[in-house]
């Protein structure tokens, strides 16, 4: 479930940047990425996750330029993603909320990342056409060129140019995610009540440490990462003062993506190994460093062997000397 959960906040909002060189295909994504942010639209949706189905409602309008969007899980256990601005949230099932990165938010974020200027790694074409909760769709292909991140087909409505229906493949073509829309209204008449936080929910105890904490001098670093891919700037998180301080480094290509994440350990056995889930696979390693022991774990939406072969390559180390 922690893996589930992490794997939504992984997988809302980024900039857009026009490609330099603009096809047919990457014409659609424009279209696809306007619509996404600026129309006002309600529906439901199935999120399948590796051999889980939910089902999610989403809200999302524009009020005086700025975009809001509420992400609501309709079965399991009550969990929402709301977007106010740049403010995004996540609502938890014990009414409390954790302050995310605008780059975090749901499965609806891809929409956002394949309208940037996709990297030199993935080719684009327009494959055909279909049909998508009672509309008329073009299909969109994104695939990758190496064997170090996933492909994915994309269903735009003709009509809106909204993204309709999205899947992650792997290299043999099989569907690791998928969102699909069941229904859409593209008039609702939201309003501003519609993204209001409830007024019980409280804050998390995961904050940011303050400046100048004596572990946000450790720095995370990678001797290998896949071409194309890049550092994030690290983030470093304290509980409520009985769990250490843990690091997160993230890495994306501009639209695979993946974390690594470091905290210190005591000595004693330490829990390893690798999970998956749909695309989004964990490996947890334990390293020891000048500086102590830590337990390495990656995760993110790239295949096994290339969190693997990443993995092996950390290192972490303390900035001050």
């Given at each position: 479930m922690k893996l589930r959960a992490f794997?939504?906040?992984l997988t809302l909002f980024a900039p857009v940047a026009a490609p330099a060189d603009e096809t047919p295909a990457h014409a659609q994504l424009q279209a696809m990425s306007q619509a996404n942010r600026s129309l006002e639209y309600s529906g439901r949706?199935?999120?399948?996750?590796?051999?889980?189905?939910?089902?999610m409602e989403v809200n999302h309008a524009v009020f005086d330029g700025r975009e809001y969007?509420?992400?609501?899980h309709l079965d399991g256990r009550l969990v929402e993603v709301l977007r106010r601005g740049d403010e995004v949230i996540c609502i938890h099932s014990d009414r409390t909320l954790t302050r995310m990165q605008k780059e975090q938010g749901g499965p609806m974020l891809l929409a956002?990342?394949?309208?940037?200027?996709?990297?030199?790694q993935y080719n684009i074409l327009v494959d055909g056409d279909g049909r998508v909760a009672g509309r008329n769709t073009t299909r969109?292909?994104?695939?990758?060129?190496?064997?170090?991140r996933y492909g994915y087909r994309l269903w735009l409505d003709n009509e809106s140019r909204l993204l309709l229906k999205s899947e992650v493949v792997d290299g043999s073509?099989?569907?690791l995610e998928r969102v699909e829309f069941v229904s859409i209204d593209l008039?609702?008449?939201?309003t501003l009540a519609d993204f209001e936080v409830p007024e019980t929910v409280r804050e998390s105890a995961l904050q940011p440490l303050p400046t100048g904490h004596a572990a946000s001098s450790m720095r995370v670093e990678a001797d290998w990462l896949p071409t194309g891919f890049d550092a994030a700037d690290q983030d470093w998180r304290s509980g409520d003062g009985k769990r250490k301080p843990v690091a997160a480094q993230g890495y994306s290509d501009g639209l695979a993506a993946f974390t690594v994440f470091v905290e210190p350990l005591e000595e004693g056995a330490v829990e390893e190994?690798?999970?998956?889930?749909?695309?989004?696979v964990a490996v947890s390693r334990r390293l020891t460093a000048p500086s102590g022991a830590y337990l390495i774990t990656l995760v993110g939406e790239v295949p096994q062997s290339t969190a693997e072969r990443v993995i092996q390559g950390i290192s972490v180390r303390d900035a001050r000397h």
């Amino acid at each position: 479930m922690k893996l589930r959960a992490f794997a939504l906040s992984l997988t809302l909002f980024a900039p857009v940047a026009a490609p330099a060189d603009e096809t047919p295909a990457h014409a659609q994504l424009q279209a696809m990425s306007q619509a996404n942010r600026s129309l006002e639209y309600s529906g439901r949706f199935l999120y399948q996750f590796g051999g889980e189905v939910s089902t999610m409602e989403v809200n999302h309008a524009v009020f005086d330029g700025r975009e809001y969007q509420r992400l609501t899980h309709l079965d399991g256990r009550l969990v929402e993603v709301l977007r106010r601005g740049d403010e995004v949230i996540c609502i938890h099932s014990d009414r409390t909320l954790t302050r995310m990165q605008k780059e975090q938010g749901g499965p609806m974020l891809l929409a956002q990342r394949l309208a940037d200027d996709v990297p030199a790694q993935y080719n684009i074409l327009v494959d055909g056409d279909g049909r998508v909760a009672g509309r008329n769709t073009t299909r969109v292909r994104v695939a990758p060129l190496d064997t170090h991140r996933y492909g994915y087909r994309l269903w735009l409505d003709n009509e809106s140019r909204l993204l309709l229906k999205s899947e992650v493949v792997d290299g043999s073509g099989v569907a690791l995610e998928r969102v699909e829309f069941v229904s859409i209204d593209l008039a609702p008449g939201l309003t501003l009540a519609d993204f209001e936080v409830p007024e019980t929910v409280r804050e998390s105890a995961l904050q940011p440490l303050p400046t100048g904490h004596a572990a946000s001098s450790m720095r995370v670093e990678a001797d290998w990462l896949p071409t194309g891919f890049d550092a994030a700037d690290q983030d470093w998180r304290s509980g409520d003062g009985k769990r250490k301080p843990v690091a997160a480094q993230g890495y994306s290509d501009g639209l695979a993506a993946f974390t690594v994440f470091v905290e210190p350990l005591e000595e004693g056995a330490v829990e390893e190994g690798v999970s998956r889930l749909g695309p989004t696979v964990a490996v947890s390693r334990r390293l020891t460093a000048p500086s102590g022991a830590y337990l390495i774990t990656l995760v993110g939406e790239v295949p096994q062997s290339t969190a693997e072969r990443v993995i092996q390559g950390i290192s972490v180390r303390d900035a001050r000397h």
